[in-house]
């Protein structure tokens, strides 16, 4: 009779959204040769603000915001190595994290 023996996979998924893209680079370079990543697309936002509210109707501002956003998945089976990396993401200024924690049970004979 075969032995089962029982091995945890733990697969962290990120999404990651910044103003700056010089951060969001920088993210990608500490990661892992071995992390799948994906660039998503860039959003942008347009606004136009009024400079004289109350006469000069000619006379507007133009702006432009933009959020560069990226995806990417770690698998371990070590959760060490999992919150050691999400520990690297506290430090990273100006960017936004969505982080989803999965656990898959890997029946090895």
Do not use: H
């Amino acid at each position: 009779m075969a032995q089962y023996q029982k091995n945890i996979l733990y697969i962290c998924k990120v999404w990651s959204v910044s103003t700056d893209f010089k951060s969001l680079n920088f993210l990608s370079r500490l990661l892992p040769l071995f992390i799948s990543s994906t660039g998503l697309s860039t959003r942008i936002k347009r606004f136009t603000l009024l400079r004289s509210p109350l006469g000069n109707k000619t006379a507007k501002d133009q702006f432009e915001r933009r959020e560069y956003r990226s995806y990417f998945t770690l698998k371990s089976q070590n959760p060490a190595k999992i919150l050691a990396f999400l520990d690297i993401l506290t430090y990273l200024n100006g960017v936004k994290f969505k982080v989803i924690l999965q656990e898959k049970n890997v029946n090895i004979c």
